[in-house]
């Protein structure tokens, strides 16, 4: 029997960005943009919002990134930019989760949304959604049921008795991966809440 929680939706996010191999790209953009809808009742994933975004500062992706999260040039190249995908993903929070809703963003971390987000929409002169400026980092929920704080996804997997699903560093397959994190918590009857705010 799950904890039952005072959501009616997990929204379930990991971003990947361009990057170099032991250096900082300044600036670093986003170039997946994943999103799932969980039902908190029942943990099962009812919607998805899911787009590459074509770099528009470093459009040429390095090969390290490539590698890393299997995103290619083809990808980014076909895909549309970030101002127009925020507002595709504006309209889906709009018409497939609800703004009357209650629902929780929840990450592997604080970066998607306390740094890369706000860095991203400060390019291009859009305003962070309000609902974008608190959610739960699940390494928390883990650290508080298990009494370990990990760095990272593999870690809190392992200490579930959970396989990694699909393609490493791949943004879709890690909030897969982080939704079965978040259902095998709730068998462990965590109560999840936001773990971070931004002004």
């Keep these: ?99 009357d809703k209650r629902f929780l963003f929840v990450t592997c971390g604080d970066w998607d949304l306390k740094t890369m987000l706000p860095s991203q929409c400060a390019l291009h002169n859009i305003p962070v959604p309000p609902y974008c400026k608190s959610w739960l980092n699940i390494k928390k929920s883990y650290a508080i049921k298990k009494g370990d704080y990990v760095k990272g996804m593999y870690p809190m997997l392992d200490g579930l008795n959970l396989q990694y699903f699909g393609i490493p560093h791949r943004g879709i397959d890690d909030c897969k991966n982080i939704v079965n994190i978040l259902r095998a918590l709730a068998d462990l009857q965590c109560e999840f809440l936001p773990t971070y705010y931004t002004e």
């Design 1 to 99: 029997m799950k904890k039952v929680q005072r959501y009616d939706y997990f929204l379930v996010l990991d971003f990947e960005a361009t990057c170099e191999n032991e250096k900082k790209m300044n600036p670093q953009e986003i170039i997946e943009f994943p999103v799932l809808k969980v039902n908190a009742q029942t943990y099962e994933i009812e919607d998805t919002f899911q787009q590459f975004v074509q770099p528009e500062y470093h459009p040429k992706l390095t090969r390290f990134c490539t590698e890393l999260t299997s995103i290619t040039q083809e990808d980014v190249n076909s895909a549309k930019i970030f101002k127009e995908v925020f507002e595709d993903f504006r309209h889906w929070m709009e018409e497939k989760v609800g703004l």
